[in-house]
Structure formats: C-alpha cells, structure tokens
C-alpha cells in the first residue's frame, strides 16, 4: 500500500543536472560532496537526454545546468538544444571560466534563456586565493561583460564568507559596472566542502550586520539612479533564530541528478548515510514517486521531537536534513539552525568562536581532486 507521503508527491518543478564533477577551480566551501572523486562515470550525452525527457514528462519545467563547471561538458549546446524542445526554462550555472564568446553565442542559438556566473571577490588576489586560480577573475569579467552584451539578462552570484565580506561595497560597485541584472549575495551553507571549511569561512555577526547594511544603502542609491539591479542579500542560517525551508521540503518540488546519474532530493544529499537511486537502474517517475529515499523525508511522520509537535513545522519542514546529520549525526533530528533544537547550543558555539577567531585564507582546504581523493580514503 502507498503511504501518505507518496500519494500527496506533486510533480518536480525543478531539476537541476549536474553535469560533471569536473572544475578548473578550487573553491574552498563548494558544496559538491567532499568526497566527489569517488563518485563514476559520469552519464553519456543520450543518457542525459533521457533524464531530460523523463524530467520533463514528470512536470519540471525550470532546469538549472550546473556542475563541477558544466562548461567542461563539451555536449553543453547539444542539451541546451534538447531542453530547448522539451520546453523547460534554462539557466546555465557557471564560473564563467571555459565560457568564450563564440560558446555564448552558440549557447544562444541553442535557446539558452538566462546565465549566472559566480564572482569569488572583488580583486584579483583574493579571488585567485579562493579559487587557486590567479586569471580566473580577469577571464570571469571578460564573460560577465560578453555575457550582456549578447543581451542575456545575467544573475552574478557571490558567496559570501569572512574573507570577502567586508569587501560587499567593492563587490555590488563592480557588478553596477558589470552591468548585472541581479545580484545574489549568499553566505555559504555549511554542507560539503563549506562544512570542511566552516571554522575558516563563518562571518563574525558583526561582519554580517555591516555587510547588510551596506547593501541596503545601495538599494536606496541604485533606486535613487533608476537602475534596475535587483540585490538579495541571504544571511547565514547560523545567525537566524529558525532554520530555511531546505528545497520547499524534502521531494517536494526538487530534484537533482548528480554526474554519475544518482538522483538527490537536494544536491548535498549525498552527504546523508543512505543509498540513493541512478537513473541507470530506474525510471525517473518510480525514483520521484516510489523510491524509499525520496519518501524518506517527505511529509511530517518521520519528525521527532521538537519538530514533530512544533506548529512552525509546515513551514521549514525541520529544516536541512544534511545539517541536521552532520551536526547531530542523526539526519531526522531538528536542523540545529533552530533555537528549539536540543542541539541549538553547536551552532552558537560556532558563532561565539567566529566573533575572535580570523583563521587565514591558506589554512583553508581547496576542493580538488586530490583532496578530496584523501577525504575519502581517511
Ligand atoms: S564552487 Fe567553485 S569549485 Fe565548486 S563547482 Fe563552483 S567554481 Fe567549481
Ligand atoms: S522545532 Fe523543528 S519544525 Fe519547529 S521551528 Fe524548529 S526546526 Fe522548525
């Protein structure tokens, strides 16, 4: 008999394809799974038209291509095109680097309809500490500029961490100049490499406090300019009193297929101590519907306490499961994010060690193959 949670799975509105694992860069809270380089094969162009057309006939209509840096994917265009037809809404994820303007206009011709590209800082030397890359900056503006001058409506992305917080002014005035059409200025989430990183990387909530507000004062002059450059800004979740509604709920309206074709209900998923099924071995219809890790978590009867009482649990859905896991180890207990949580006390710990503590830069681990070869290894 079908339980509640399977009857009451909607459809799919997004799908996000990783396409690869493959990066040029190394940034040091990426939040693939720390231990990526175990992960195989990754799936054929066919193969990932398959899971297009199956996405698609399940109900996802907005598709994210992402990666690893899914311009190393040389079949890029081919999918774009195949995404094209289905009829989804695309949106190229990307750090810019392997972008050239003869692949922005092929993706264009191929039906591309929107492109983010991920800035690591304001300047050349601490973007090239991050991202252990020194031209990746300069290659990073050429393509944010080729990118609107192919008239593409662009997103920057910059994740926000201790060593480039401060530097919010620099940051917003450099994608005014870019031309940016909207700006998403996020602190990491502490799964994957982030988590790795966390002591390193976790903003002081003063650094924080600043860094919204200067972002507000440029709302006000951007709005003062008539310039319409839309600024989100997202505080850290450590500093909030309850925990994001992690993907609108487990299985709810995501899905992500990883390179090696395994289907997640979130893209850190993978982090969680469960097996999770591959395009390889089943339809993507039985994997959305009928799998047991992605009824896992949905609906409210596997929450424990406080969560399974709580009336605030409709709308954060008791928060990440992989925060919870890799804070408490047990993936069903509340995200620890919550003032409620029994655990609540890790995370201000945490907060009260990143107001004195300034780690440098160096000390942070690159998310690289090597590395994440030794993770994996122990
Ligand atoms: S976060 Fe950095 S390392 Fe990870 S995929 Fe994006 S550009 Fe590559
Ligand atoms: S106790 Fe659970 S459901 Fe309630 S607010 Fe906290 S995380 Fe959300």
Redesign the pocket.
């Known amino acids: 008999m079908r339980t509640h949670a399977e009857l009451s799975a909607g459809a799919p509105l997004w799908l996000l394809a990783e396409l690869t694992?493959r990066?040029?860069?190394?940034?040091p809270?990426?939040?693939?799974p720390v231990d990526y380089a175990r992960h195989g094969e990754e799936l054929s162009t066919e193969q990932w038209r398959g899971v297009l057309r199956e996405a698609r006939a399940l109900g996802a209509a907005q598709l994210g291509f992402?990666?690893?840096?899914p311009l190393v994917r040389q079949d890029l265009e081919a999918l774009v095109s195949e995404a094209r037809e289905l009829g989804f809404y695309t949106n190229l994820i990307?750090?810019g680097?392997g972008l050239n303007e003869a692949r922005i206009a092929a993706l264009r011709d191929a039906g591309l309809d929107h492109i983010q590209i991920?800035l690591?800082a304001a300047d050349e030397e601490v973007s090239a500490a991050v991202?252990g890359s020194a031209k990746a900056h300069g290659r990073k503006l050429a393509m944010a500029r080729a990118v609107k001058a192919a008239g593409y409506p662009m997103v920057l992305n910059v994740?926000l961490h201790r060593h480039n917080i401060d530097d919010v002014d620099r940051l917003i005035a450099l994608c005014d100049e870019l031309g940016a059409d909207a700006v998403e200025l996020a602190t990491c989430q502490y799964y994957g490499?982030a988590r790795l990183n966390r002591d390193g990387l976790l903003p002081s909530r003063e650094q924080v406090a600043r860094a919204e507000a200067v972002t507000q004062a440029w709302r006000e002059r951007l709005a003062a300019r008539g310039r319409e450059m839309r600024l989100l800004f997202v505080v850290p979740d450590y500093y909030a009193e309850r925990p994001k509604a992690c993907m609108g709920g487990w299985g709810a309206i995501f899905m992500t297929v990883a390179p090696d074709g395994a289907v997640l209900p979130c893209h850190s998923a993978r982090e969680l101590p469960m097996t999770f099924p591959n395009v390889r071995d089943a339809s993507l219809e039985a994997i959305w519907h009928r799998s047991e890790a992605f009824n896992r978590f949905r609906g409210d009867g596997w929450m424990k306490a406080p969560c399974r009482s709580c009336d605030e649990r409709h709308q954060d859905y008791g928060g990440c499961r992989c925060q919870a896991y890799l804070l408490t180890g047990d993936p069903a207990a509340a995200d620890p994010v919550c003032s409620k949580s029994p655990e609540h006390r890790r995370i201000e710990e945490a907060c009260a060690e990143a107001a004195h503590r300034s780690p440098p830069l160096e000390h942070l681990t690159a998310?690289n193959s090597a590395n994440s070869r030794l993770i994996w290894r122990g």
């Open positions: 694992y990066c040029p860069l190394q940034c809270y990426c939040s693939n992402s990666g690893g840096e990307t750090s680097v991920s690591q991202a994740v490499w998310r």
